[in-house]
């Protein structure tokens, strides 16, 4: 059974919801008959600058930011997850490039992991081939085909079929997780909730 999550790597709430997400997996009774494929999603697709997230935040939301920030820091930390507030955030295209490179590999999941931990957990940047050439072979990757991948348009098309089946889905917001090709859970809903999604997937 497969499971296919859209997601955009620096979305406190995809961080959140992948936690979640697995703690209903490690309990499903069929966990090791499910794959988990990572879709991308950009939430920013126009974004050519970096910056830093509170002024980002700052910007769109005004005076109550922080306190916003404040609260995801405290939910993620209740999943057990690291959570700094002095990230950046800008494009992230060339991370979901990665991501596809990754899934051809057998690495895709470790990626994925080693990118959330670095921008969430160690405010490591994601926006510079050097961070991100290192963030990918540290989770496996081999830096030649990482480079390969930073320095040409490879894997654009598989990014942007990713999102062209999000829009056709319907999906304006993420985390978005499709179970089995029929069954959809939006947000970083409670484990329990994505434990149900499951078992009714695997009944039905």
């Known amino acids: 059974m497969q499971v296919e999550i859209w997601a955009d790597v620096i979305c406190p709430w995809c961080y959140i919801g992948k936690a979640r997400f697995e703690k209903a997996l490690a309990r499903f009774e069929h966990r090791a008959e499910v794959t988990v494929v990572h879709r991308a999603f950009e939430l920013d697709p126009d974004k050519t600058s970096v910056e830093p997230v509170p002024q980002m935040l700052a910007a769109k939301f005004g005076p109550r930011a922080a306190e916003m920030e404040n609260s995801v820091a405290q939910l993620a930390r209740d999943e057990g997850l690291g959570y700094r507030q002095d990230r950046e955030v800008g494009n992230t295209f060339d991370v979901h490039r990665l991501l596809h490179l990754a899934g051809e590999r057998g690495l895709q999941q470790e990626l994925l992991n080693a990118v959330l931990h670095a921008n969430f957990a160690e405010a490591r940047t994601l926006f510079t081939a050097e961070s991100l050439t290192e963030i990918a072979a540290e989770a496996g990757l081999d830096r030649a085909d ?49 434990g149900r999604a499951l078992t009714q997937a695997w009944e039905d």
């Open 146 to 194: 990482i480079r390969a991948v930073l320095d040409s348009a490879a894997y654009a098309d598989e990014v942007r079929t990713d999102e062209k089946r999000a829009r056709e889905i319907g999906i304006t917001g993420v985390p978005f997780v499709v179970v089995d090709g029929r069954l959809a859970v939006a947000g970083a809903q409670p484990a329990e909730l994505f």
